[in-house]
């Protein structure tokens, strides 16, 4: 069994990372490496048994979807999936009604939503801890498997520099922005004008930066971005709910693909990230995914491990 619990995070909503303090975010860390560990000794880790997770899915997924349901399995618990089209939410019976009824049957609801509002809806109602699965502003659960990845690869975070190449105006770089600061690295941030990051999640990543000493660059220049960066990240040009703009996304990002050519001004022990689906040819080059630098698989498992902790320190 894990030792008893140093930060006491029983209870809380896992809304975005710029919840947490810098020590809590290290713990969730190191309690996903410990169970991590745990897993790969084919030791149990029974701690949520008879705990259930409602998983309400609003948008499609791979890994979030069987990531949490095997995470739930693997502690000992269960999960529900709540497509949006089966259940009353999808024929308009409101979030906060929905939030009270689900908190008399499940311990947790994790939910995948295009707006962040209605997360933040959710758990204003709910009486039970709510985690975001991922809305359009914030993916809060893959940056904290992505953490985890660089920690794992690079054995510390602290004193690093991320790279995020691509849309800026998305929730990867929001929360990766959020993240990165809060554990001491520094992050840069290339985008073409137009796609820069949500301003408000810039101001406040400068705020916190300036308390742990990461620097934060938000940039139109890739080159620039890249150069000397320990870890390069990106993400699909084109994310779901905006395939209409698909033609003018691919002539904005011109210039943007993460390839060889670019990657020889990072670091030569850099690391590559991207949380999946890839589209090759676009964002990202062949050469890069496929090759010694990317870890993405390794990324795609710490979904599993990082998600682990967050139920196990929210509903055990």
């Not at 779901?240 to 020889?264: I, P």
Request: proline share 3%.
């Amino acid at each position: 069994m894990l030792e008893a619990t140093k930060i006491n995070l029983q209870g809380k909503d896992f809304l975005q990372i710029s919840d947490f303090t810098s020590e809590e975010i290290l713990y969730m860390l190191d309690v996903a490496q410990e169970l991590k560990g745990l897993q790969k000794q084919g030791k149990p880790q029974p701690y949520l048994n008879g705990k259930v997770l409602g998983m309400i899915f609003e948008k499609s997924s791979t890994r979030t979807r069987v990531s949490f349901e095997v995470g739930m399995l693997q502690l000992g618990g269960h999960a529900i999936f709540l497509s949006s089209k089966d259940i009353q939410l999808g024929r308009g019976e409101s979030i906060s009604d929905t939030a009270k009824v689900l908190s008399r049957y499940v311990d947790g609801i994790m939910i995948r939503t295009f707006g962040h509002d209605s997360v933040e809806e959710l758990a204003e109602h709910a009486t039970v801890p709510v985690i975001n699965g991922l809305t359009d502003l914030q993916h809060p659960t893959q940056v904290m498997a992505d953490l985890l990845t660089i920690l794992e690869h690079k054995g510390k975070l602290s004193g690093l520099k991320l790279a995020y190449i691509g849309d800026g105006n998305n929730n990867m770089p929001h929360s990766l922005l959020e993240g990165a600061v809060k554990v001491g690295m520094d992050i840069s941030v290339a985008s073409p004008p137009g796609y820069l990051p949500n301003g408000a999640v810039v101001e406040n990543a400068i705020k916190v930066g300036k308390q742990t000493g990461s620097a934060v660059m938000i940039t139109n220049d890739p080159l620039k971005a890249v150069t000397g960066a320990d870890v390069i990240v990106t993400d699909v040009w084109t994310s779901m709910g905006q395939e209409a703009e698909t033609e003018k996304r691919l002539e904005a990002f011109q210039g943007y693909q993460v390839n060889e050519d670019l990657c020889k001004h990072a670091k030569d022990d850099f690391i590559f990230l991207h949380c999946l689906p890839a589209h090759r040819g676009e964002e990202v080059s062949a050469e890069i995914i496929d090759g010694p630098h990317s870890v993405v698989f390794d990324e795609a498992e710490n979904r599993l491990h990082a998600q682990k902790a967050i139920l196990k320190l929210l509903l055990a």
